[in-house]
């Protein structure tokens, strides 16, 4: 086989961890200055190869060559003087510095010994000029938006000459407009010979901007191929291993009965308008909006998670004085964040511990945790909610992101809540396990609990929802049922504040 433009080959990869064998036999070939697209499920083995390539984890067997040399990472230090860089999903910027300052702490060029602050600066300004972010390096990274954060980790790759830069989920967080200043910009570098290996669950975007995809499942390489030999469907069969039936499975059968979360004017704290709305039993309720509409403010406060100004909020009737998380857990309302490795579980404490700390007393006597009983409740939800894992005892951190999610689901059915905020259910999470979380969703909404699904993916919002909410500017500018939902429309309400401000201002233009 002709390696002449290979760049990074890795021959017969294995990795193992305790119970669980994450690299089987890999073999892949990526070739200088290409596009290539790598997906596969949680869990199918993308973090472990990523994290091999860096250096971080050593395989248990197998030939890594960087430009057909052998090549022995003992630490990620060695990758990164290789040419190697990963920009995480997961920002590792240093807020209160400088952009400059965090372009290049690890190698702050000094004078006389004392760091050379001018030429930092100087060399930061070339390096954002190139990426086409036009801000002043002087601004303390915690100024800056997701988006910038995002182009501010790809320039610390290039401050080192990358050669090979590893994007992972690098567009969960930004707008349409973002990513095709993203897209641009990753054209730029391959027209410069820089290799970019790209991992996303979006699967539409890889089309724009991928040459290659290798796919990815249970540890081992499905097949490698040009993006432009598949389409979607063919990509969803190799990861899965199956059809789909469905993207979304929406289910007319199931029931939508009487109200059961009834919201009044609900204001969150700096907020110059109120929301009303109710949520019915057996519903799924959709809530669209640009980041920033107050969709997730809303629902906080909604939780007692942040302060709210005004509000009434009745659940079967009943009028609910919610002040803290505390006292919305104790009515039977859960809310799933966004952020469910910071906010929604403790990393460091087993699956079983996860699962019950909403309710320690329903697993304890004398105030003492019955241990059995307490993995016996956790092996229950982990075989219903099909939880892949070697053992209710293993920790959270080392489980995909779509099985994290379902232990975050089990924690919130543990505690039998009857209203479920899920905010980004499917955030992070690859498509065959997104699939899975949709079921879950479906199969609470038919045990007659009230759903509230908060989504970025409008798709995935018109898709799952019988009714869908949109929020612009912290209030609520549309409602749409499902026989009347048109993608048009609900963007058009998403954009409507701002529309409206903007004729207002024309308005008063003399």
């Not at 004085?321 to 910071?342: F, H, Q, W």
């Not at 929604?344 to 003492?368: E, H, R, W, Y």
């Amino acid at each position: 086989m002709d390696h002449s433009r290979s760049i990074l080959r890795l021959e017969g990869i294995y990795k193992s961890f305790p119970g669980v064998m994450a690299l089987n036999n890999v073999n892949m070939n990526i070739e200088r200055g290409e596009v290539h697209i790598l997906v596969g499920e949680n869990g199918a083995g993308k973090s472990s190869l990523v994290k091999v390539i860096c250096g971080i984890n050593k395989p248990d067997s197998g030939v890594l060559y960087l430009d057909n040399k052998p090549f022995v990472p003992r630490g990620p230090q060695d990758a990164i003087r290789a040419g190697i860089r990963i920009v995480y999903q997961e920002f590792n910027l240093l807020p209160y510095l400088s952009i400059a300052e965090n372009i290049f702490f690890e190698r702050l060029p000094r004078k006389y010994g004392i760091v050379d602050y001018e030429k930092i600066y100087a060399d930061a300004k070339v390096i954002l000029d190139k990426i086409g972010l036009s801000i002043d390096p002087h601004t303390p990274v915690e100024m800056l938006g997701i988006a910038q954060m995002q182009l501010i980790e790809i320039a610390k790759a290039l401050a080192y000459e990358s050669r090979i830069i590893i994007l992972d989920e690098p567009t969960a967080t930004l707008t349409s407009r973002e990513i095709d200043r993203l897209f641009v910009l990753i054209k730029t570098l391959k027209k410069e010979g820089v290799t970019i290996i790209y991992i996303s669950h979006r699967l539409k975007e890889i089309f724009e901007i991928g040459d290659r995809i290798t796919v990815l499942r249970n540890g081992s390489v499905v097949d490698t191929t040009f993006v432009s030999n598949i389409d979607i469907s063919g990509i969803v069969k190799k990861m899965v291993g199956r059809d789909m039936n469905s993207e979304y499975p929406f289910d007319p059968e199931c029931v939508v009965g009487e109200t059961l979360l009834k919201v009044r004017n609900l204001r969150f704290r700096g907020s110059a308008t109120d929301v009303s709305f109710d949520v019915k039993k057996g519903e799924i309720l959709g809530i669209a909006g640009l980041v920033g509409s107050g969709r997730t403010e809303t629902m906080r406060a909604l939780f007692g998670a942040d302060p709210k100004d005004s509000g009434t909020i009745w659940l079967d009737g009943k009028e609910l004085k919610i002040k803290s998380p505390k006292d919305a857990v104790r009515n039977g309302i859960g809310l799933l964040t966004e952020d469910r490795k910071n906010q929604g579980l403790i990393l460091d404490m087993s699956c079983t511990a996860n699962i019950t700390i909403t309710q320690p007393t329903k697993v304890s006597k004398f105030g003492l945790m019955n241990k059995r009983e307490e993995r016996v409740v956790a092996q229950k939800y982990i075989d219903e909610l099909s939880i892949r894992t070697p053992s209710s005892s293993q920790l959270v951190r080392n489980l995909s992101g779509g099985n994290q999610q379902k232990i975050v689901i089990s924690k919130w059915l543990f505690n039998d809540a009857r209203i479920l905020i899920f905010d980004e259910p499917t955030r992070g999470i690859d498509v065959g396990a997104k699939y899975e979380i949709y079921l879950l969703l479906w199969a609470l909404a038919k045990a007659g609990k009230g759903i509230i699904v908060i989504s970025s993916d409008l798709s995935e919002v018109l898709g799952l929802c019988h009714r869908v909410l949109v929020f612009s500017n912290n209030s609520v500018t549309g409602e749409f049922e499902r026989k009347d939902f048109d993608q048009e429309k609900v963007l058009f309400y998403a954009y409507k504040a701002f529309i409206d401000d903007s004729e207002k201002r024309s308005k008063e233009k003399p």
